[in-house]
């Protein structure tokens, strides 16, 4: 069965710190992994990845993925307030173009 | 201008009840999917169409009910209401031939009492 699974499930931190998320997935034919962050209303999203071992960079936000261990993470350093939300990671199968999601980690970063 | 846009925002409706969320996207997106996501977040895909046609139909109650007019609208109606439908439905698209992300509208809470 397809599944995609998200670590820590929770996790709360001081402004300033940084922050690594889990993603691991076992998913079959896959295309792409993706990171969303959902604060109140829809998960806006963050990157996509499709090759192993190339970042994705977003100023603080950065992402690898790694297609051999079957995982990907996404970092946050110098973490704000506005950074506390919900991260979705979500894999793109080449069945249907469906989009399998994980639980989501919910980080809460604190003044 | 508003890409994936669902109406309504919140529904409270009682036990029974047959309700209908709407669904319109102006992405010119190929495919449109409804997930749900429960009170731990978790989002799970119940449908998704692909220009009108549906590809994908997980394991959902047959009281739920999608129709695509056309490939920029997807609805979803529900028969027969259930406390345990409470939850936030979200509509999706995406350009559905390449790598191309999800786009999602800002979800509709539903609660049944």
């Known amino acids: 069965e397809d599944k995609v699974v998200q670590s820590p499930l929770s996790l709360v931190v001081h402004e300033g710190d940084t922050v690594t998320l889990n993603c691991s997935y076992e998913?079959?034919?896959?295309?792409?992994l993706l990171w969303y962050k959902q604060e109140k209303k829809a998960p806006t999203f963050l990157f996509m990845l499709?090759?192993?071992?190339i970042e994705k960079k977003s100023g603080r936000l950065s992402s690898i993925l790694d297609k051999k261990e079957l995982f990907s993470i996404l970092n946050i350093t110098a973490t704000q307030t506005g950074d506390s939300a919900i991260y979705l990671c979500?894999?793109?199968?080449?069945?249907?173009?469906?989009?399998?999601f994980g639980t989501g980690t919910s980080l809460t970063v604190i003044p | 201008d508003t890409a994936v846009s669902q109406t309504p925002k919140y529904l409270v409706t009682q036990m029974g009840n047959d309700k209908s969320i709407k669904c319109e996207q102006n992405?010119?997106?190929?495919?449109m999917y409804w997930y749900k996501q429960d009170s731990k977040k978790f989002l799970k895909i119940m449908f998704s169409?692909?220009?009108?046609?549906?590809?994908i139909n997980e394991t959902v109650p047959n009281r739920f009910s999608p129709k695509s007019p056309d490939k920029a609208h997807l609805n979803l109606h529900i028969n027969s209401l259930e406390l345990g439908d409470s939850a936030v439905y979200f509509c999706?698209?995406?350009?559905?031939?390449?790598?191309?992300?999800?786009?999602f509208g800002n979800g509709t809470r539903l609660t049944v009492t």
């Open positions: 979500a894999v793109v199968s080449n069945t249907g173009n469906q989009f399998y």
């Open positions: 169409y692909n220009n009108k046609e549906l590809i």
């Open positions: 992405l010119g997106h190929d495919t």
């Open positions: 499709t090759s192993s071992g």
């Open positions: 998913v079959t034919n896959f295309r792409s």
């Open positions: 999706a698209s995406s350009r559905g031939i390449d790598n191309s992300p999800l786009h």
